[in-house]
């Protein structure tokens, strides 16, 4: 069931030109991705060799070719500091890595990026922020790498792009945690699940279409997913604070799912047109997910977000639909049941598309511009599609084939709303979930590792470190209700 190994990427490119002819001053990065001609000639395999006379670096070198192209894709983690292992700021740094560098671009690893196009999947619109490198790109590290990571002479240092903005532009309100929550190791727990309880303070409806997630201890904050809570059911909390939340909301109450923050995650922003509806009252749920790094006690006590609104209600409203277990959905294989030591053990949901329960006409105009995938770590793939009521035809959503709890988020698509995947009512969506409740699966190791246990166990639905979920949700502009 798993198509990961579609992805993996081994490209045999011929040298692109630009290692042939150098470039030199102008904008680099552009130079080394796209002016990087492929050349059909006999160029391959000579860059690193040709030019040890006369003074001329070889090329790739790290300051010529390399330094813009890590800067560019890698230094949003990869910073003494940042949430990567390991930095590449300095040429020694990065040098050191070269060959893992080379390895894990090819595999398609790094930058880390899980919304995939497969065998089974090809999603009809690009996704936003989709940090891929070019194949140019990734030969260009692997040339360097096996030059043996040359240098290059600093005179020639290219400029360096300026490290994207992660700033969300003029933002309406930003709201801090209310108290501190502090995290240490213990034993084989490094994780846990805190959930925090955010007021925006609008006193009337507003359209929400910015939204930033602002980590306030980065060397704890490992990832975040963001709901709305319409009835403020979390308002009670002691200092906004609820501890061990798992991978819920802490609340009864329902909430939708709008946004997922990672590590250099980018701002959220709507297409233009689309709001995200947040009622008056409502208030915003952070299930953080704290990573203790072992140096004992750890606070945080700045985690804030920042939105941006309007009290206007745009062309479309935005709604946040969760599907699949536990939300709404038909089960087709279930009640969600993953026997100890199953390997590839399906689930499948189908929802029939509907507004309230009721069908809705075709007036009205329901376009999908955000999508995201949620499981716990005995999933290894998801999948969700759309099959057209009429034409019986299937539109791929999402496909994580390679499931990482570790990397969750929102994928919203690079285009206008109206060129947005369309459905109608009595349209279906699907989901699949993969999960694999084996020691082969590192996710399971884990888990079992933090409880107690040595050997799988049967799996359920439910919100426990050992139980799993199957969620799909679906961002919906709407326009003509
Ligand atoms: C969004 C944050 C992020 C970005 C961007 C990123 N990395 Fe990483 N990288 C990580 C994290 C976190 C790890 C630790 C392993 C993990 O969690 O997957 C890692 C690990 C690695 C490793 C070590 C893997 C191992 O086997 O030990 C290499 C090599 C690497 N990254 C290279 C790169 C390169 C090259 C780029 C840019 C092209 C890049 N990374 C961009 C976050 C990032």
Request: hydrophobic letters at 40%; charged letters at 20%.
């Amino acid at each position: 069931m798993c198509e990961n190994q579609a992805m993996i990427r081994r490209v045999a490119l011929p040298v692109p030109l630009v290692l042939l002819l150098g470039c030199s001053g102008g904008d680099q990065t552009s130079a080394a991705t796209a002016t990087a001609t492929e050349s059909d000639t006999a160029a391959t395999g000579t860059a690193a060799t040709d030019s040890t006379t006369g003074g001329e670096a070889t090329r790739p070198n790290w300051h010529q070719d390399v330094a813009p192209l890590i800067t560019r894709s890698c230094l949003g983690c990869h910073t003494s500091g940042g949430i990567a292992p390991f930095s590449m700021e300095t040429y020694a740094e990065a040098a050191a890595w070269s060959p893992l560098i080379a390895d894990d671009v090819e595999a398609g690893l790094m930058p880390p990026w899980h919304a995939l196009e497969t065998d089974v999947c090809q999603p009809a619109l690009p996704y936003e922020h989709d940090p891929r490198l070019a194949a140019d790109e990734i030969q260009l590290l692997r040339e360097w790498a096996d030059a043996g990571a040359p240098e290059g002479d600093p005179a020639l240092a290219a400029p360096l792009p300026d490290p994207q903005s992660l700033d969300l532009p003029n933002p309406t309100t930003t709201v801090k945690m209310g108290g501190t929550v502090t995290v240490e190791a213990a034993g084989n727990t490094l994780d846990y699940f805190h959930c925090l309880s955010l007021d925006p303070g609008h006193a009337s409806d507003v359209f929400v279409d910015g939204l930033q997630l602002i980590p306030g201890n980065r060397a704890i904050v490992h990832h975040v997913l963001i709901y709305v809570d319409e009835s403020a059911a979390s308002a009670s909390w002691p200092n906004g604070i609820k501890t061990n939340c798992g991978g819920g909301t802490g609340v009864a109450a329902p909430t939708s799912l709008i946004a997922g923050w990672v590590p250099g995650g980018l701002p959220m922003t709507t297409p233009s047109d689309v709001g995200i509806a947040l009622p008056a009252g409502a208030r915003l749920i952070l299930n953080v997910h704290y990573h203790a790094t072992g140096g004992g006690p750890e606070s945080d006590d700045g985690t804030a977000v920042a939105l941006r609104w309007s009290a206007t209600p745009p062309d479309y409203v935005s709604i946040f639909k969760l599907l699949g277990e536990p939300a709404e959905a038909t089960p087709l294989t279930g009640p969600l049941m993953i026997p100890a030591n199953e390997k590839d053990h399906v689930e499948d949901y189908e929802w029939t598309v509907s507004y309230g329960g009721q069908p809705f006409p075709d007036s009205i105009e329901a376009r999908i511009w955000a999508v995201a995938h949620h499981m716990h770590k005995v999933g290894i793939d998801m999948r969700m599609w759309v099959i057209d009521r009429d034409t019986k035809e299937e539109t791929c959503l999402l496909h994580t084939p390679r499931w990482d709890f570790d990397w969750q988020r929102v994928y919203e698509y690079d285009a206008p709303v109206g060129d947005a995947v369309r459905v109608k009512a009595g349209d279906t969506i699907r989901l699949r979930c993969v999960y694999d409740n084996s020691l082969d699966n590192p996710g399971v190791q884990q888990v079992l590792a933090e409880v107690g246990l040595d050997a799988p166990v049967d799996v359920k639905a439910g919100e426990g470190t050992l139980d799993e979920m199957c969620i799909g949700a679906i961002g919906v502009a709407i326009r003509g209700l």
